[in-house]
C-alpha cells in the first residue's frame, strides 16, 4: 500500500514558476514509477509528465514540455514537478500517481495507475 500526498500548489502569475511535492509512505517507494496529471474543471484529466523509478528518464506531454520538469528524491520518498512560465491554461488540480508498471507504460499514461494522490489546486491568473 502506497499512500500519496501532494503539496506545493497556489495561485501565481503567469509566467510564474511553482513546485509541486508529492510525498509517499512506505519502504517501496523506488519500487513505482510516478506520474502527474492535472484535470481543469469540466475537463477530462490530462496527463503531464512520469519519470522512472530511478529518476533517469522521464517523458511530458507537449503542453508542459520544456516548461515542467520531474524529479525524485528516492531518498526522501518525494516526487517534485517544477512548473516554470506557467500559464492561464496551467489551471488545474494536479495530481500525482504511483504505478508499478514502466514509466513509459501506456497504462500509465492513461491513468490506470496503482495509487493516487488527493491533488493540490494550482491557479494561474492572467
Known amino acids: 500500500q502506497v499512500q500519496l500526498v501532494e503539496s506545493g500548489g497556489g495561485l501565481v502569475q503567469a509566467g510564474g514558476s511553482l513546485r509541486l511535492s508529492c510525498a509517499a509512505s512506505?519502504?517501496?517507494?523506488?519500487?513505482?514509477?510516478m506520474g502527474w496529471f492535472r484535470q481543469a474543471p469540466g475537463k477530462e484529466r490530462e496527463f503531464v509528465g512520469t519519470i522512472s523509478r530511478s529518476g533517469s528518464s522521464t517523458i511530458y506531454a507537449d503542453s508542459v514540455k520544456g516548461r515542467f520538469t520531474i524529479s525524485r528524491d528516492n531518498a526522501k520518498n518525494t516526487v517534485y514537478l517544477q512548473m516554470n512560465s506557467l500559464k492561464p491554461e496551467d489551471t488545474a488540480v494536479y495530481y500525482c500517481?504511483?504505478?508499478?508498471?514502466?514509466?513509459?507504460?501506456?497504462?500509465?499514461?492513461?491513468?490506470?495507475?496503482?495509487?493516487w494522490g488527493q491533488g493540490t489546486q494550482v491557479t494561474v491568473s492572467s
Open positions: 500517481a504511483a504505478d508499478s508498471g514502466s514509466y513509459v507504460s501506456p497504462t500509465l499514461i492513461r491513468g490506470e495507475c496503482d495509487y
Open positions: 512506505g519502504r517501496t517507494f523506488s519500487s513505482y514509477a
